[in-house]
């Protein structure tokens, strides 16, 4: 007897056997901290399970038929995604208790219920979307990029040696998704902590041939209000970095480099 198939050529699953499911629990919040109907409320969903499918796809799910798991229509749940490879940062959210990109959070990896949550440390936009601009407001601060005069071809710069050059590559890797600073202890309300990512981006810019010109001005905006001073090494963001950026050799490095900036600053005086 022949197997039967679905319209796509697959294997159709046998009559009675009951579609496997994916549960999540998600905190949801239709508006912005502060305005008329912001409270956060959990909402539970249930959406079929498709092998290799991660939590991306499960939003997609819930958007394609916004209903609940009592069976109440609902609005789909909002989040942010734009490479779906662990490169651009936007999907960061808080899984299962876990700072980590939806992109590369595999249902199969998870204990279901899955809980998803925005990320506390930055204010929430709406369901899962946070507002990220503290980050790059300190990108500004510390001049996160390489100086270049005019718009003409310049030729080319300075050469790094190779083992610069493979440490910068690394350092340069950082996809601005704000998981250190999720899990860093010391960025909240009650400090001014630019966080480990902006300490890495200085060591970054200060090893450029090019934009070592202004390394001064990057070291006096980490001697400043929030800056290197407020790093007490707790060493929660090395852990949750999905790019495996040695964030701690970084703070290390910055330590060293404002220390001895300090010290000339004043022999000099």
Not at 127 to 146: A, N, P, Y
Not at 171 to 181: D, K, N, Q, Y
């Amino acid at each position: 007897m022949a197997t039967p198939t679905t319209p796509a050529g697959r294997a159709a699953a046998p009559t009675g056997t009951a579609q496997r499911m994916v549960e999540l629990r998600i905190l949801r919040q239709d508006k912005p901290a502060g305005a008329a109907g912001s409270t956060p409320r959990w909402e539970e969903f249930s959406v079929p399970y498709r092998q290799g499918m991660n939590i991306i796809s499960c939003l997609q799910a819930i958007q394609r038929n916004p209903v609940n798991k009592a069976g109440q229509p609902t609005q789909p749940v909002v989040w942010e995604s734009n490479c779906l490879e662990e490169v651009c940062g936007a999907c960061t959210m808080v899984i299962n208790g876990k700072v980590r990109q939806a992109c590369s959070a595999l249902v199969d990896n998870l204990t279901q219920p899955i809980s998803l949550e925005p990320c506390h440390t930055f204010a929430v936009v709406r369901d899962l979307i946070v507002d990220r601009s503290r980050m790059f407001e300190t990108l500004k601060k510390i001049k996160g990029w390489v100086p270049i005069d005019g718009t003409y071809d310049l030729g080319p710069g300075p050469k790094m040696n190779e083992a610069d050059r493979q440490i910068s590559y690394v350092l340069s890797t950082c996809m601005t998704c704000g998981a250190c600073l999720e899990a860093c202890p010391n960025v909240n309300d009650s400090t001014p902590f630019i966080g480990s990512f902006a300490l890495n981006q200085v060591r970054l810019f200060n090893s450029h041939p090019t934009g070592a010109m202004i390394a001064d001005e990057r070291l006096e905006a980490l001697m400043d209000e929030g800056g290197i001073g407020y790093c007490d090494n707790d060493q929660n963001c090395v852990r949750v970095c999905p790019k495996g950026i040695p964030l701690t050799d970084s703070i290390a490095e910055m330590n060293r480099q404002v220390n001895f900036y300090a010290i000339k600053s004043i022999l000099n005086k």
